[in-house]
């Protein structure tokens, strides 16, 4: 058995333009999906705006920087709203984006999107369904933080759960920053 040449392994998402792909690459199947479509259609999606939302999103998710200040949570409430979300939608969301994930990218930037897809996707489910979520994955559920930058005002850690935080104001330059 010989081993595989380097141009048959998958390279990682390492910019922009792969995140945009791979958010390409999944819309374009999950808006004929017989589970999905029905989804995208009953919330008159504008894909002319979708797309480059999501691939903001994606891009923070996976490559930092400030690129997205929008509220997920919030979106898909409307949507739950207009069609509610079945655990067969969040389950084939997740089947489809590690589908299409793994058809173009590996390494650990791939492996990080299907770990967060799967921590969002659970997120989602108890949250719009009205649970508590015991590990907040969506900014708005971030507790408030106090003067100390701790969510009861005392200094020390943040809480563990709180993985994903928007940056609403500008951007702002660390000296250990590349760019």
Do not use: C, K
Not at 68 to 77: A, K, Q, T
Not at 101 to 124: F, I, K, N
Not at 146 to 156: I, T
């Amino acid at each position: 058995m010989t081993a595989p040449d380097d141009a048959d392994l998958a390279a990682d998402l390492v910019d922009d333009d792969d995140v945009e792909r791979l958010v390409r690459d999944f819309y374009r199947q999950a808006a004929v999906d017989d589970v999905l479509g029905p989804v995208f259609e009953a919330a008159e999606v504008d894909w002319a705006a979708h797309i480059p939302r999501v691939t903001a999103f994606w891009s923070w998710q996976l490559l930092g920087g400030r690129h997205y200040d929008g509220r997920p949570l919030r979106s898909h409430e409307r949507v739950n709203d207009v069609m509610p979300f079945t655990a067969a939608h969040y389950e084939r969301w997740l089947e489809l984006f590690t589908e299409t994930l793994h058809r173009g990218w590996s390494g650990p930037v791939a492996d990080t999107a299907e770990r967060r897809a799967r921590r969002m996707a659970r997120s989602m489910q108890r949250v719009l369904a009205g649970e508590a979520d015991p590990d907040p994955t969506w900014p708005e559920e971030e507790p408030e933080v106090g003067p100390e930058g701790s969510p009861d005002g005392v200094a020390g850690d943040r809480p563990a759960g709180v993985v994903m935080r928007v940056a609403l104001g500008p951007a702002r330059h660390r000296p250990d920053d590349a760019s």
